[in-house]
């Protein structure tokens, strides 16, 4: 069970998406710090989510 654990983390770590919607969470988080507007941000959080919902839709050659 700790193998398969820690299979997924390094999996989780090597995915695009996680650091994706990380960047996400760090560009809401640091929003003023940034200076951006909020009409920014949520450009730049809802850009990031179709890039993940789209990536994840996309069949991959692994998938197949």
């Known amino acids: 069970l ?14 695009r998406r ?8 760090v560009v809401v ?3 003023e710090t940034l200076g951006l507007d909020p ?3 949520n450009r ?5 989510v179709a890039w993940i919902l789209g990536d994840s839709l996309r069949v991959t050659s692994t998938e197949e």
């Open 2 to 15: 700790r193998k398969r654990t820690m299979e997924k983390v390094k999996a989780l770590f090597k995915s």
């Open 44 to 48: 730049i959080v809802a850009l990031a």
């Open 29 to 31: 988080a640091a929003q």
């Open 18 to 25: 996680f650091w994706t919607a990380i960047g996400g969470v």
């Open 39 to 41: 009409e920014t941000t």
